[in-house]
């Protein structure tokens, strides 16, 4: 049994059963009279004290969970079949196929194909957040919906993705939207340059090219536009890839 003092914070070892020990004892280092039926506080705190040690009770590593694939069907509406591939996109990806490997040029898809779903991460509050990710699922996009900043960084790290929409009032209490930005401006320009970063704001206007600038997004959409994300995104990103067509040739990279 160990035995602190209160007055030199001395450590005093007491050995033997508990009908042997003293019901005093001295402090041989300010002599102070101690009892050894206190209980110590440093026996119930050091670690090696299993279940009564806060660093024994409490976790301290927190399993993290990337933020989940939005499903139709999952909230009451089934999910519609993905339509067929076109037989023309198939015919013009294996011509172009065929292309580079006979000849060896420098032909690449400018459309994207079909059967490659856009993957968008949604970072937005719960107001918006279901209707934005049912809008760009119906349209045949594969979106993952963050809950909170630590889905939303998990997911980033995780998959590599082409679009990234966010709110300015995402998860306002642990400052979301700081910890989105942050993983975007980090990443290579390689890299960056395959991710379209979209602002949803309350206050700029939709496609505003000077203000996506100065916020350092690709695209800015305002929140009360929201029900026609899909169409202004389709528009947005034609342009993009219009403007990166003769890199993207030279890359031998598909359209964003």
Sequence with gaps: MI???PKCSSQIQVSGPDSERPSSIRCPKCKTTLKPTTVSPASEKRALAVGQSPSTEQHRFKARVPAPLFELG???SREKPSPAVPVDDVSQLLANLLRQ????STVAPTLRPAWNSRRALVCTDE???EAIARQL???GYQVFVAQD???AVDRMRENQLDIVLLDSE???AEQGSAFVIREVNVLRPAQRRRLFFVLLSPTQRTMDTHAAFLHNVNAIVNL???GDLFGILEHALREYNELYKEFNLALKLPAL
């Design 3 to 5: 035995v602190v003092c």
């Design 74 to 76: 999952k909230t009451g």
């Design 101 to 104: 490997h006979g000849d060896n």
């Design 127 to 129: 107001l918006h957040r």
């Design 137 to 139: 699922t119906k349209n």
């Design 149 to 151: 900043t630590g889905q």
């Design 170 to 172: 995402f998860d306002a």
């Design 224 to 226: 009360t536009e929201a």
